[in-house]
Structure formats: C-alpha cells, structure tokens
C-alpha cells in the first residue's frame, strides 16, 4: 500500500456531492418550469390575505426610529451570542478571559450611555421634547 494519499482521491467524494446537489436543482427547476401553471388572471396578480381585498397604497412610511431600534436589537443581540460563548468556555478562558470579557461588556454600556446621550433611544417627538423641559421644575 501506498503510503501518501492522492489529493484527487480525496476530492473525488466533493465533486460528487457536488455534482449531485447541481442535478437535484436542475431537476427540480425544470420540473417547476414544465409542470407549473401557466395562467394571467387579474385576480392572479393581486394580493390576498385573509380573504381581505387590499385598498390604498402598499407602500407605508415608518419612522425610522423603527429601523433604529430593529438596528440596535441586532447589534445588542449579537454581542449577547458572544458573551454566551464566553461563558460556555469561562474555565478555559481563565482570568485574562474574564478581564477581555468585562472590556467588553464596558464598551457595550458606554456605546448604550452614547446613544441615550445624542437621544437615539429618544422616541419623543420635538414638541413632546419642548414640552417636557418646560414642565421641569
């Protein structure tokens, strides 16, 4: 027996996956393109939900402090994903593990301190804002 192993042989299992996953797709494209349906109806075109016909326009203004707060969810999130990782493996990390973990929870709370300072977690509007340092006693 040969001792060192051909790499072609080790590809040879990848290429076949591979070309396997490619046949998949393209059976299952071209029998979506052949057995579909082929109809133009006005009704077809249409949004349905609920039985409810829509009336108006589709196209719905947010604020975009909604987008904010959908922005900070995913950022705050991801740094949870990462401190639960931290806390699976805190024996392995030992103490320098422990220190680069509370850095970083100290740039978490001083980027939340940011953002209630420039009033980005703020949903007031201006006038609610007036008001309110009006009525400050």
């Known amino acids: 027996m040969n001792a060192e192993a051909n790499p072609a042989d080790n590809l040879l299992p990848l290429i ?3 070309g396997s996953i490619l046949a998949i797709t ?6 979506a393109h052949l057995l579909g349906q082929r109809h133009s ?7 349905f939900e609920s039985g409810i ?8 203004r947010f604020s975009v402090h909604f987008y904010l707060m959908a922005i900070f ?15 699976v493996a805190v024996k392995q990390a030992g ?19 940011y953002l209630a300072a420039i009033g980005a977690l703020d949903w007031r509007t201006h006038r609610q804002r007036r008001d309110a340092s009006v009525n400050r006693p």
């Open 53 to 60: 016909v829509p009336t108006g326009d589709v196209h719905i």
């Open 41 to 47: 109806a006005k009704a077809a075109d249409e949004p």
């Open 16 to 18: 076949l996956y591979f």
């Open 95 to 113: 103490w320098m593990g422990f220190f680069e973990a509370l850095i970083f929870i100290g740039i978490l709370i001083a980027t939340l301190i």
């Open 73 to 87: 969810f995913v950022i705050f999130d991801m740094e949870t994903v990462f401190l639960f990782a931290w806390s």
């Open 26 to 31: 393209a059976v299952m494209l071209g029998g």
